[in-house]
């Protein structure tokens, strides 16, 4: 069997190529999912994760996590991912989310794997951290938490922030200096890690009902990059579940951070505490370098697997 995960998402395009890609591997097994409010509101990124689910043909319990940041205003990313998150494709919904909320399952879940279960997390962190504030001791049994957010370089929604950071920078602080063993995959290896037109087609060209509804919410993603300019997308949220997949194709160097809290214009950015708080337990591994070509194999590999 694979490596045990429950994944907290907001889906968005790139959550739904990361969890797809999470269901076809073998190296996985997905427990649980717990939707949480970022590129959409969470109860749209719910009723997405669970049709992703009832497209992949997976009966994968998710459960609703939180509707918001612990401070501060909401903000969404609608304008990248659609008013339905999903490109604005609209996918048949089968079953209903669970009647434990988030909270709930994260909690029971690391119970009862003692030690064994691992989290990914790759929208704003405000249900991880709700976790930390609620059940700090079940911090010891989390194997490990792999985060898309956050980039020690320039941001993607301000010059200094990253967009899951942003959206909650006081769960992103809370997360990074709780002392659980974490592996960071920001901007500095997403934004290197492209899914190109020409991949896109031969997707396409493989057919079948779950890849004819995937690349129609790429094609949305598509233009949204298009039109800054790219040919090609940002695979933020596939890298970093491909990071668990097969821990080969990044490099990574342990970091103390936290993340700026209080000031408006570089809310949101990392902080690299390693100097100023040399006590600081280096808990996250920044990744800095990826694969591009063994990511883009990997991606390519799975996805051919729903044709
Ligand atoms: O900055 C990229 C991140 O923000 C990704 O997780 C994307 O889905 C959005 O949530
Ligand atoms: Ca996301």
Redesign the pocket.
């Known amino acids: 069997m694979g490596k045990k995960v429950i994944i907290d998402c907001?889906p968005?395009i790139?959550?739904a190529l990361a969890l797809l890609i999470a269901f076809a591997s073998e190296e996985l097994e997905v427990l649980g999912i717990t939707a949480v409010a970022?590129?959409v509101s969470s109860d749209l990124t719910a009723r997405n994760a669970l049709a992703l689910c009832a497209l992949a043909g997976k009966n994968i319990e998710v459960a609703v996590g939180a509707s918001g940041p612990l401070s501060g205003k909401p903000c969404n990313?609608s304008d990248v991912?659609g008013s339905n998150g999903l490109g604005n494709v609209d996918l048949p919904l089968t079953g209903s989310v669970s009647s434990r909320s988030a909270d709930e399952m994260l909690f029971e879940e690391l119970i009862r794997h003692n030690g064994e279960l691992e989290l990914i997390a790759?929208?704003p962190l405000t249900n991880i951290a709700l976790l930390i504030k609620n059940h700090p001791d079940v911090l010891l049994l989390v194997k490990k938490l792999t985060i898309?957010?956050g980039s020690l370089g320039r941001g993607?929604v301000t010059r200094y922030a990253?967009?899951?950071f942003y959206a909650d920078p006081l769960a992103a602080d809370i997360v990074l200096r709780s002392g659980i063993p974490i592996e960071m995959y920001g901007?500095d290896v997403?934004n290197h890690a492209l899914l190109f037109a020409e991949q896109i087609d031969e997707i396409e060209g493989w057919g079948g009902l779950v890849l004819t509804q995937t690349v129609a919410m790429i094609r949305y993603y598509q233009a949204f990059y298009r039109s800054k300019g790219l040919d090609g997308l940002k695979m933020?949220?596939p890298l970093a579940v491909a990071g668990v997949i097969d821990p080969e194709i990044t490099k990574r160097t342990p970091h103390a951070l936290g993340v700026e809290t209080r000031d408006p214009e570089t809310l949101g950015r990392v902080l690299v505490l390693n100097d100023v708080e040399p006590e600081a337990p280096r808990n996250v591994d920044v990744c800095l370098e990826v694969d591009q070509d063994a990511f883009s194999r990997l991606f390519m590999g799975l996805m051919k697997s729903y044709r």
Do not use: I, R, V
């Open positions: 907001d968005g790139d959550d970022g590129n990313a991912h790759m929208g898309m957010g993607n990253e967009f899951n901007l997403t933020h949220d």
